[in-house]
């Protein structure tokens, strides 16, 4: 097999393309052959070791795949040689082969295609859990997406819109405001013509008849969050995704008090950790949804895996909508 390997954690001009042994599955493992990637904020932030999860060096970086499993562990019983499966484990996706805990592999229906089982799961399931469960999205409600053109605000537009609820997406550009209208989107701001703070608000503002958004879904934080979060309905909730922008806000408290609003932390990781019931449920939902053409996600573009420095390169230049994705 190969695969890219960080030896260590400066960044990404550090990882090399290297042959590895093929390793064998051991009690609970499958062996899958990967024949797509993709490309996740954590995929950066790991190979500069600027991510909460540090793995022991060296590691094959690539935190979500899918592909077709070779041979399977001691104890596995779901899973068989030949079968198609999606897996988010963290590492290990960036190459030709890894080994997945059998527990993370969900088997994929016909209708999947490689390439969107790859950038499924992260997205859908982080945005399923923001809106549905964190904040109890209601038919008839207002959201306001922020990032929106990138993968999990692409994500949140589709599952808003099938749960019934109005949709404002924010993004930076005028093609990507035209890619949010594209999935549904109910009006669209771009941050470049209506800049902060000032602006961004009056356009909010103006997009809801004055009322503001009832939840705000965030994973850009830095300057938008205190504007978006000064601009919400009663009873809002915000939904704290990331920080894809870089600094984390600091907000005034008060603003919590004089809105009756909510700050709702979106963890899905560790929701599919401590509640694994409830995160199988939601995956079997969002799998049923694709199958039925209700969501899909938006893929920027499919690079071959040889090509995955010049993939980091293209989303550390804001340019992606959707999902890049690695092909072998």
Not at 21 to 48: C, M, R, Y
Not at 229 to 253: E, N, T
Not at 314 to 319: I, L
């Amino acid at each position: 097999m190969h695969a890219w390997l960080c030896e260590n954690p400066v960044g990404v001009d550090a990882l090399t393309w290297k042959e590895l042994p093929t390793p064998q599955p051991g009690p609970g493992q499958v062996l899958v052959e990967i024949k797509a990637a993709s490309l996740n904020f954590p995929d950066l932030l790991i190979v500069q070791n600027k991510y909460q999860m540090k793995p022991e060096l060296p590691f094959v970086p690539g935190s979500e795949y899918a592909g077709v499993v070779q041979a399977v562990g001691d104890g596995v019983k779901h899973l068989k040689p030949g079968q198609r499966v999606a897996c988010l484990s963290g590492t290990g996706g960036f190459g030709t082969h890894t080994l997945a805990p059998a527990a993370l592999c969900m088997p994929l229906p016909d209708a999947f295609t490689d390439v969107d089982a790859a950038a499924f799961t992260m997205i859908y399931a982080t945005s399923w859990h923001a809106l549905m469960d964190r904040a109890q999205l209601r038919a008839g409600e207002t959201v306001l997406v922020l990032g929106a053109a990138g993968g999990v605000g692409t994500a949140a537009i589709q599952i808003a819109k099938a749960a019934g609820a109005r949709v404002i997406a924010a993004a930076s550009t005028d093609e990507k405001c035209a890619l949010c209208r594209s999935l549904g989107a109910d009006a669209t701001i771009n941050y470049s013509t209506h800049p902060l703070p000032g602006g961004f608000r009056d356009a909010i503002k103006e997009a809801t008849g004055g009322k503001g958004p009832d939840v705000i879904y965030d994973p850009v934080g830095g300057d938008f969050a205190e504007p978006a979060f000064r601009s919400i309905a009663w009873r809002g909730r915000y939904l704290v995704v990331g920080f894809a922008s870089g600094p984390i806000p600091a907000l005034p408290l008060n603003l919590t008090l004089l809105k009756g609003a909510s700050l709702v932390g979106v963890f899905w990781g560790d929701f599919a950790r401590r509640e694994p019931e409830a995160n199988t449920r939601m995956m079997g939902e969002l799998a049923k949804w694709y199958v039925e053409g209700r969501i899909k996600p938006v893929i920027d573009r499919a690079m071959p895996m040889s090509e995955l420095k010049a993939a980091y390169a293209r989303m550390g230049s804001r340019g992606v909508m959707g999902k890049l994705v690695l092909v072998n």
